[in-house]
């Protein structure tokens, strides 16, 4: 039979990052991943001989060379990564937009800083106040118990529709739950985004997954593709093997699963877990992908790189009760980003809004791409409100698009109810009801692109390096 | 293996593990972490490249012995020199 001292489920992000650690001091490790390509929730596929991004819009975390102890910064260093390799280019700069305000922000502070005082004149001194309060929130403090952030900020903000403004990023780009989150997790989303800031490689995330490839191929990992596991046994409270898709059996030490937790509890036979509905995760999202043969300044959009936008005063991060929710969303324009020379060869445009599982996994297949086409324009029209308006007639203009749902998410990650953010309650520590099992990834709960490295970094650390 | 030579050693390891720290006028006698920006991690990195390139191993109980270069030299030397 065939063994290993490590098995790590899933190809993504955090598994990658979690078999480079392993592989790079000597442990027997492989990696089984049962879609075709790497990457997980934030991948690349092809389309009609276009490459088409999904997940990340940005990397987070940006910092400049030189600025030490941030994210960014462990995550090259502990997968042996440089700066130069990665070639990230800054974000030109994003907006908050709601209907009755808009603020503008950067990779500098201050900007956002100057447009929270022109904008909210009143609530300066309370915003710099939260700034500085997150500023100096220990790093460690991920076992704090549950905090709500909104009680937090309240603290310091008066004006609900700052507080909202404030909010709608954090919670796009990572939380798993609705409406508020805890403290310690928007402490990271607020580092990441406002404090740290944006940026991408040129070639997107495909350039992030292959050097993650080629060093976890460099340092001795192996690597299933197409092979999913499809049962953990176990004997004494432990992980015994692993079963994989096609009957064959693995044994291994230690599992380190990326798959979720409520997806990792269900491939353990007779494994019954209570709350395993609960920690399912309850938002999902869609997104739409615009793709144009000219430059989208050449159109009038401007050089936002990233809009969050909310219509009305109120802003809601819930499941969605229709099947998209199109009051808010994120509109991602790729082409912004400070390249230099070089440019994108097509104009991208990504429209992100919250949409309701069930209804999307509910339609018949000629239904469901007639709703697809029928809710790329509703989104569009919602998304276009808050861009400049347009010099040409976008629809002439497009190409190509596409559209990925919850679907979508569930079909090629396996990621229950195509939640990308996981469940609501994480596992910090990553340890679970199993001595040899642990998870990394979205369930465990470190935040975004950085913090899923982040994350199977620290579980490969904690739970096979240092034990 | 002189005690300089060790320290060229941890060095190199520091180096490798951290390269964008300027490693030039290091303080033997002053922590590491003092003067670099190095965390837990970057230690735990130290102690495995240790193990995996020179044979060497630092078990979790004698981790602080690491603080400083010159600590690590006077740890390090004799289980260097105990290897041949």
């Given at each position: 039979?065939e063994r ?11 598994g ?5 650690r392993?592989?790079h001091?000597?442990k ?8 075709y390509?790497?990457?997980g929730?934030n ?6 001989g276009?490459k ?7 990397m987070?975390n940006f ?13 090259l260093?502990?997968?042996r990564?440089s ?6 280019s800054?974000q030109?700069?994003?907006r ?6 808009d603020l503008?922000?950067?990779n500098d ?8 005082e ?5 609530e ?10 997150i500023?100096s929130y220990?790093d460690a403090k991920?076992?704090?118990?549950y ?14 529709l700052?507080e909202?403004?404030l909010?709608?990023?954090l919670m796009y780009?990572?939380?798993?739950t609705?409406?508020?989150?805890d403290?310690s ?8 985004i406002f ?8 070639d ?15 340092a ?7 092979t999913?596991?499809?049962?953990l ?9 692993l ?5 064959k059996?693995v044994?291994?030490?230690i599992?380190?699963?990326s ?12 494994f019954?877990?209570?709350?395993a ?8 999202f ?11 300044a050449?159109?009038g959009?401007?050089?936002?790189t ?21 009051r808010?969303?994120?509109i991602?324009i ?5 390249y230099g ?6 104009g991208i445009?990504r429209?992100?809004?919250l949409a ?10 000629d239904?469901?791409l007639?709703e697809k086409?029928?809710?790329?324009e ?15 007639e ?9 559209m990925f749902?919850p679907k979508t ?14 469940s ?11 001595d040899?099992?642990?998870?990394c990834?979205t ?18 650390n904690q739970?096979?390096l240092?034990? | 293996m002189t005690n300089?030579e060790c ?9 490798e593990?951290?390269?964008?720290e ?15 920006d190095l965390?837990s991690?970057?230690f735990?990195?130290?102690?495995m490249?240790?193990?995996k390139?020179h ?14 270069l010159?600590s ?8 260097f020199?105990?290897?041949?």
């Amino acid at each position: 039979m065939e063994r290993y001292e490590v098995a790590i489920i899933g190809a993504g992000m955090s598994g990658l990052a979690a078999g480079i650690r392993l592989a790079h001091f000597g442990k027997k490790v492989c990696i089984f991943e049962r879609h075709y390509a790497p990457g997980g929730l934030n991948s690349f596929y092809s389309k009609e001989g276009r490459k088409y991004d999904v997940g990340l819009h940005a990397m987070t975390n940006f910092v400049k060379p030189g600025v030490k102890g941030t994210p960014l910064g462990k995550i090259l260093r502990q997968l042996r990564i440089s700066r130069e390799e990665l070639d990230l280019s800054e974000q030109v700069g994003s907006r908050i937009a709601f209907t009755d305000a808009d603020l503008r922000f950067s990779n500098d502070f201050e900007l956002l800083e100057s447009e929270v005082e022109r904008v909210f004149p009143r609530e300066i001194d309370g915003f710099r106040g939260l700034a500085a309060e997150i500023r100096s929130y220990p790093d460690a403090k991920l076992d704090a118990p549950y905090l709500s952030a909104r009680s937090v900020v309240r603290n310091w903000i008066n004006d609900s529709l700052l507080e909202d403004m404030l909010f709608c990023p954090l919670m796009y780009y990572g939380s798993s739950t609705e409406d508020d989150m805890d403290f310690s997790q928007f402490v990271v989303m607020f580092r990441s985004i406002f404090l740290e800031g944006f940026a991408r490689p040129l070639d997107g995330i495909r350039k992030m997954i292959r050097l993650l490839l080629d060093r976890y191929r460099k340092a001795g990992g192996i690597r299933r593709m197409n092979t999913g596991i499809s049962k953990l046994e176990t004997s004494d409270g432990r992980i015994s093997r692993l079963i994989l898709d096609d009957g064959k059996e693995v044994e291994a030490e230690i599992v380190i699963s990326s798959a979720g937790l409520p997806e990792t509890y269900r491939l353990i036979e007779g494994f019954e877990n209570e709350s395993a509905e609960d920690l399912e995760g309850k938002l999902s999202f869609t997104e739409t992908i615009s793709i144009f043969e000219r430059q989208p300044a050449d159109f009038g959009w401007g050089d936002d790189t990233i809009v969050f936008f909310n219509q009305g005063s109120e802003f809601e991060y819930r499941n969605s009760r229709e099947t998209v929710d199109l009051r808010s969303g994120v509109i991602c324009i790729p082409n912004n980003f400070e390249y230099g020379e070089r440019s994108l060869d097509e104009g991208i445009v990504r429209v992100t809004c919250l949409a309701n599982y069930d209804q999307w996994i509910g339609y018949e297949e000629d239904e469901y791409l007639n709703e697809k086409v029928r809710w790329n324009e509703r989104i569009w029209q919602s998304a276009s409100q808050f861009m400049p308006p347009s010099s040409l007639e976008y629809e002439k203009e497009r190409i190509a698009w596409d559209m990925f749902t919850p679907k979508t998410v569930e079909r090629y990650t396996w990621h229950a109810r195509g939640a990308i953010y996981g469940s609501p309650s994480k596992m910090k520590d990553g340890t679970t009801e199993f001595d040899n099992l642990f998870v990394c990834g979205t369930d465990q709960g470190y935040l975004g692109i950085v913090g899923s490295m982040l994350s199977g970094i620290a579980m490969a650390n904690q739970h096979v390096l240092r034990a | 293996m002189t005690n300089d030579e060790c320290k060229k050693v941890v060095l190199e390891i520091i180096a490798e593990i951290a390269p964008d720290e300027d490693l030039s006028d290091v303080n033997p006698d002053v922590a590491l972490r003092e003067q670099l920006d190095l965390d837990s991690m970057d230690f735990l990195d130290i102690v495995m490249e240790l193990r995996k390139k020179h044979g060497i191993e630092v078990p979790e109980a004698d981790y602080g012995e690491l603080a400083s270069l010159g600590s690590c030299a006077a740890y390090l030397t004799p289980k260097f020199n105990a290897l041949v």
